[in-house]
């Protein structure tokens, strides 16, 4: 698998951001690839491309186009989580107007992230009113589908008002709390959080948000992880038991929705293969790396 191909989809004053995108070998279907759009804004501070390259080379090898764009973030650019919703939705809406140069599918295009990353993705999803002013609103920034890992949902959730609210509290946070938008006619969405989360709690985050999603008659597949906090889907933690598991809901989920054909082969793709380029193979050892500092953190 090449490393990425980096691009820009937007400019804002001198600021300029660009998308890494990963393309599958395979031939193209009429009418494009479907695409995966992975959003990584670790706590609205950081942006890590890395994140999910993992999750990204083996879809890309089963025929999915998937994107990573930059997003502007708190510390670096001097802006909130308010920029990070927007410029999300400009990427979603770029790849729809590129879809043909891009090789995808404009109809779709699904939007996943974890924790900060999940929230800007649910509120792509469930708000329809944070576009960049000067783009064409006719073209959708709405995701066709939605994949959530320990989503924040509810930003008025107390324990995280008490670790972030200090920081960076807003008067208008309950706004922007995806679990207040939902409504009928909500993309589809697979949510995965851990139960022993205590960053993003798995109720309200998870377990209110489902329910409101099937009251909404919206689908929303719940996938609950015994015994495992914030985070434990990235590539590198726990032997990539967790991670392996998880990606394979994502392939079940975007099969359900005709996004990919055949038997997953999670369990037999090889994320060490010599064919990796040095930018993946770099990033898949920072991974690791941090899930082993992390690991020794906690003993």
Known sequence: MDDP??????TVGETTLNLHIFRPTLPMPTGGFPAVVFLSCG?????????FYPQSVYLASRGVVCLHP?????????????????DAKSAIRYIRQNAHDLGVDATRVAVGGGSAGGHVTACCGLIGDLDEATEDGSISSRPDAMILFNPVTDLMDPPFVRMFGGVGMKPWWPAFSPI???GAGAPPTLLVHGTDDTVTRVEPNAM?????????????DLRLYPGVGHGFFNFGRDGNLPFLKTLREVH??????????GADSVDSFDFASDEMGPVVKAALDELVDAASREARADK
């Not at 706590?43 to 994140?51: L, R």
């Not at 209110?208 to 929303?220: I, L, P, S, T, V």
């Open 208 to 220: 209110h948000f489902e329910k409101a999603m099937r009251q909404a008659g919206n689908r929303c």
């Open 70 to 86: 930059e997003l502007r973030v708190v510390p670096r650019h001097g802006t909130t989580l308010k920029e990070c919703v927007v």
């Open 5 to 10: 191909e980096v691009r820009p989809f937007k």
């Open 43 to 51: 706590g609205w501070e950081v942006f890590e491309p890395g994140q």
């Open 180 to 182: 207040n938008h939902i």
């Open 252 to 261: 079940l989920f975007l099969s359900s929705l005709g996004y990919m054909e």
